[in-house]
């Protein structure tokens, strides 16, 4: 069996997964890793290595299309955002030459994309979330209504890993970084405790694990320390977004618990393996297997609480020498 991880970057953490979980199921599995830097950490942790363009170039998509028919690559994995919507819409011409994409369809990708859009789909499901203006003046007129208040948090609408995205206390501050972040939005600041939910599910958006946990510590966007809370509005909520959703293989979604009322406000949904996934996986909510088995021809059936309830990981950095 082989699989291919696009943009591998630094997730070792999820190969290694993999590799556990093939020796488990005694599945003989060839990892391929792709990158545009020949020194990104994750390749050294693949049996083959491949260097690819950016992704904007014409050139990316015939790329990985060309390794995957050559290999006969089983699966195709993305590991970041920017992929996602490319991958979505080209989904069909590698299954064409047969090898699945682990990709939701493409109006969910570009909803999530987006976080104007985000919002509004949040609430549609009778789900509760911050909803955005896109520029100061909007802000500033929310204020004068008492619709709003600060601290507010700015963003772009299209970021990803907490980059460019502030919390901020006055008209003043929200004015500087509406001027640094190119295309942004304004949300009303959540105070409260963070959790992401790790959520799995098959070729036809079927749960198989949804694993709820608070993000304890964390850097640059990427959890440091998760506790798994197996919560059941979580989970229920999170029933909800799936029947509508129908997402294919790994997504993540981020709320904040309101310190005050205890109501969730989701954030973001990420429709590819987050940072900390591998740590749901540990704690046995574990996808990479469910992966491996969907490809060997398994049928999967939904595992209530799969992960240990309470359990926390703490997570720490290493280094890999490359020349």
Do not use: W
Not at 128 to 139: A, M
Not at 217 to 240: F, N, S, Y
């Amino acid at each position: 069996m082989k699989i291919l991880f696009t943009s591998v970057g630094r997730r070792v953490e999820l190969l290694q997964a993999f590799r556990t979980a093939a020796e488990k199921l005694n599945i003989a599995l060839t990892v391929i890793g792709a990158d545009i830097a020949e020194s990104a950490p994750a390749l050294f942790f693949c049996d083959e290595r491949r260097l690819v363009c950016k992704i904007q170039e014409k050139e990316y998509i015939p790329q990985l299309l060309s390794i995957c028919e050559k290999e006969k690559v089983d699966c195709l994995i993305p590991t970041i955002d920017t992929d996602l919507l490319l991958l979505a819409e080209n989904k069909e011409k590698f299954e064409a030459i047969g090898t699945k994409v682990l990709i939701s369809a493409v109006d969910k990708i570009k909803l999530c994309r987006d976080k104007n859009y985000t919002a509004d789909y949040f609430v549609s499901l009778g789900l509760k979330s911050p909803l955005p203006v896109n520029s100061v003046e909007k802000y500033e007129e929310a204020l004068k209504r008492g619709k709003v208040s600060f601290p507010a948090f700015i963003k772009p609408k299209d970021g990803s890993s907490s980059i460019n995205a502030y919390k901020v206390e006055n008209l003043e501050d929200l004015r500087l970084y509406a001027e640094k972040i190119e295309d942004y939005i304004i949300q009303p600041f959540i105070s409260g405790r963070e959790y992401t939910i790790d959520i799995f599910c098959d070729y036809e958006g079927n749960p198989v694990y949804i694993t709820p946990r608070e993000r304890l510590a964390v850097r640059a966007g990427e959890v440091l320390k998760t506790q798994i809370v197996q919560d059941d509005v979580m989970i229920h909520e999170m029933q909800i977004l799936i029947e509508d959703y129908k997402p294919c293989g790994q997504i993540t979604v981020q709320l904040i618990r309101d310190e005050v009322m205890g109501k969730d406000y989701y954030i973001e949904i990420n429709p590819r393996f987050g940072g900390g996934a591998p740590l749901s996986m540990k704690a046995g909510a574990d996808s990479a297997s469910a992966i491996l088995r969907m490809l060997r021809g398994d049928k999967l059936s939904y595992i209530e609480r799969a992960a240990i309830d309470g359990a926390i990981y703490s997570r720490y950095d290493q280094s890999v020498r490359v020349k």
